[in-house]
Antibody
Framework: QVQLVESGGGVVQPGESLTLSCTTS??????INWVRQAPGKGLEWVAF????????YYADSVKGRFTISRDKLKSTVYLQMNSLTAEDTAVYYC???????????WGQGTRVTVSS | DIQMTQSPSTLSASVGDRVTITCRAS??????LAWYQQKPGKAPNLLIY???SLESGVPSRFSGSGSGTEFTLTISSLQPDDFATYYC?????????FGQGTKLEIK
């Protein structure tokens, strides 16, 4: 299975920005999802990027504030998050798209806390 | 956007029981539905994709069915390791969305 490792989480104040990284163990022709989970809550799909970066999709809750991108040479996908609010506080997971719109490999998650 | 509704939210059962979790979509998603298991503090684990295809390495006691707007996940004989939270996810075009989860508890 492909290994994914997230990094870049931390504590930020409302209105600030943060960029998360998801590094994969190998470059493949895979799409990558970001999924988040607020404390004590369920899973929320956040964004998706196609293997070549040609297509990107976002949840309505983050559209216009978050940007997903990828660097194929570094086998890394990024999630740039701007104008953060307390509602963005969550563990953020990156996950490999299985090819049938399901995610079969997940990272361990990185925690983002937005608090003043 | 497509809304996913799971039922029940909580399910109490015993080892050896057969249990079924239901997921309903607000509009047809054909068979673009996946089921995940999540344990506390861990990432989700894919069980079923495309509504009824068993992910490699997942025990055969797990099965999925359905198409259109109604789907089910069945565990034929509960094992101690199965007590966890289960989520459905649709991805019939973007944005994708998850159900709110079903917590499977020991009776």
């Amino acid at each position: 299975q492909v290994q994914l490792v997230e990094s870049g989480g931390g504590v930020v104040q409302p209105g600030e920005s943060l960029t998360l990284s998801c590094t994969t163990s190998e470059f493949r022709s895979d799409g990558i999802n970001w999924v988040r989970q607020a404390p004590g809550k369920g899973l929320e799909w956040v964004a998706f990027i196609w293997y070549d970066g040609s297509n990107k999709y976002y949840a309505d809750s983050v559209k216009g504030r978050f940007t997903i991108s990828r660097d194929k040479l570094k086998s890394t996908v990024y999630l740039q998050m701007n104008s953060l609010t307390a509602e963005d506080t969550a563990v953020y997971y990156c996950a490999r798209d299985h090819g049938d719109y399901a995610s079969d490999s997940w990272g361990q998650g990185t925690r983002v806390t937005v608090s003043s | 956007d497509i809304q996913m509704t799971q039922s029940p939210s909580t399910l109490s059962a015993s080892v050896g029981d057969r249990v079924t979790i239901t997921c309903r979509a607000s509009q047809s998603i054909r068979t673009w539905l996946a089921w995940y298991q999540q344990k506390p503090g861990k990432a989700p684990n894919l069980l079923i994709y495309k509504a009824s295809s068993l992910e490699s390495g997942v025990p055969s006691r797990f099965s999925g069915s359905g198409s259109g707007t109604e789907f089910t996940l069945t565990i034929s004989s509960l094992q101690p390791d199965d007590f966890a939270t289960y989520y459905c996810q649709q991805c019939n075009g973007y944005p994708c969305s998850f159900g709110q989860g079903t917590k499977l508890e020991i009776k």
